[in-house]
């Protein structure tokens, strides 16, 4: 059953066929856009390091001085 939230996010439920599971998941229906009855993969994880180690949980941008350069001044 899809029930929309908002223009970009759209509200789902989800079963799983592996485990004894039931969910509602608001995904952005933008970037992925899901029909009635499509299958899905959901994956868990602590950590987006491929190497798998663990989060520091600080951000830090790393800026492209050169591609920052030619933006900001067209060159």
């Not at 939230?5 to 759209?10: D, E, N, P, R, Y």
């Not at 229906?29 to 868990?44: C, D, H, N, R, T």
């Amino acid at each position: 059953m899809l029930r929309y939230c908002a223009s970009q996010v759209t509200r789902i439920e989800a079963r799983s066929e592996k485990f004894d599971m039931f969910m509602h998941l608001d995904i952005n229906s933008e970037i992925y856009p899901l029909k009635v009855g499509q299958k899905f993969a959901l994956v868990l994880v602590s950590t987006l390091n491929p190497d798998g180690t663990p989060d520091t949980g600080y951000y830090t941008q790393v800026i492209n001085l050169l591609s920052f350069a030619r933006n900001l001044f067209l060159l």
